[in-house]
């Protein structure tokens, strides 16, 4: 890893010296790149400069040892352990810096939240979901822009969406993909029995309009009249739009925004995303059998997580972690999954690469 950690060094010279470069000052977009590169760099070598230390100092220590005697000898091998020890230790720490990064990193994420199983409970749930995520994004500082939602008929949603920002976001958000399951008395239950209902949550990275190009001439884009609960009618203009990619079937509808054309921008960010999700899955499916099983991959059909409101209780099915406070959970005190879905993720990563994986 002495090999590694030096390249480092020399690309991390060349970073600072591109920082203070007019060119790259000069240039928002190379100047942001750059600066997230060096960023990274100090992460690693705050691990990768004080590894190479103590395998100077083991070099040193094994030396000196040669010449020693007794109690001096003596010392050196406990030096030797010690710095063994530390060795050992941040080459472990420098491989996990070392992983690769996850494209989508730093990207803005869409979240969209639709009641399934269990009826307007299910919708309620979805809600509870809409506002856990809300608290999430406060708790680390990341801007939510709403995108569009359908209420039901007891004030839950049927369907909810936001984009949310931050430099952690899809980090953090992308193991929310996939089945979320309640288990609690709903509101419309007069006996007191626990019913189960689920809401899925997709996650998108949001993709930029040069990534992923839309020909016009692929979409079928309808309007209509906005609706609220029940169906009825919530304005007199047809504002609201439905696009349809017609290579792919996918459709998305939105209605939020007063006008046709704002709401017609809203559905491209979405549809975007989606096309890009899709590629995504497919060069991961083609580069590595083994990744189609990695924990966080947003397929709505597997269940990943349970909230139990009698026990207070969220388990976490994927890695099998159990948590008895659903309620600071709900009020976004996610971080302790999350961080167990990251650690989980990095070591399935260093079993991969000790496999001889990509």
Do not use: C
Not at 2 to 9: F, G, K, N, S
Not at 20 to 49: H, M, N, T, Y
């Amino acid at each position: 890893m002495r090999e590694q950690v030096e390249a480092l060094e020399a690309e991390y010279a060349e970073v600072e010296t591109q920082l203070a470069s007019p060119a790259v000052i000069g240039d928002p977009e190379r100047l942001q790149a750059a600066g997230r590169r060096f960023k990274e760099l100090e992460q690693v070598l705050a691990v990768g400069r004080p590894l190479s230390r103590a395998q100077d100092d083991l070099e040193t220590a094994r030396e000196l040892a040669e010449e020693a005697e007794g109690d001096e000898r003596e010392l050196l091998r406990n030096e030797m352990a010690d710095l063994a020890a530390d060795i050992e230790r941040l080459e472990g720490e420098l491989r996990s810096l070392l992983l690769p990064r996850d494209p989508n990193d730093g990207r803005p994420v869409i979240l969209e939240i639709r009641g399934a199983e269990g009826g307007e409970e299910a919708n309620l749930f979805a809600r509870d979901l809409h506002e856990m995520y809300l608290a999430l994004a406060a708790v680390h500082g990341w801007s939510v822009e709403p995108m569009g939602a359908r209420e039901s008929d007891m004030g839950g949603f049927s369907e909810v969406a936001v984009l949310v920002s931050g430099e952690d976001a899809w980090t953090r958000l992308k193991y929310e993909g996939g089945v979320h399951r309640v288990q609690r008395v709903p509101v419309t239950e007069s006996q007191g029995r626990i019913h189960t209902s689920s809401a899925t949550v997709s996650v998108l990275p949001e993709a930029d309009e040069v990534e992923v190009v839309v020909d016009d001439n692929d979409l079928q884009v309808d309007v209509y009249r906005a609706s609220g609960p029940g169906g009825q009618s919530v304005n007199t203009t047809d504002s609201a739009v439905r696009v349809t990619h017609l290579p792919t079937g996918l459709v998305v509808s939105m209605q939020d925004e007063k006008s046709q054309l704002q709401n017609k921008v809203k559905a491209l960010r979405v549809l975007r995303s989606r096309l890009l999700q899709i590629e995504q899955e497919r060069a991961r499916s083609e580069a590595s059998e083994a990744r189609r099983g990695q924990v966080g991959g947003g397929g709505r059909s597997e269940k990943i997580r349970t909230y139990n409101f009698k026990e207070n209780r969220v388990t976490d099915h994927r890695i099998g972690l159990t948590l008895h406070r659903l309620d600071r959970i709900l009020a976004g005190d996610l971080d302790e999954v999350t961080d167990g879905l990251l650690a989980d993720e990095r070591t399935r990563q260093l079993a991969e690469g000790l496999d001889g994986g990509d």
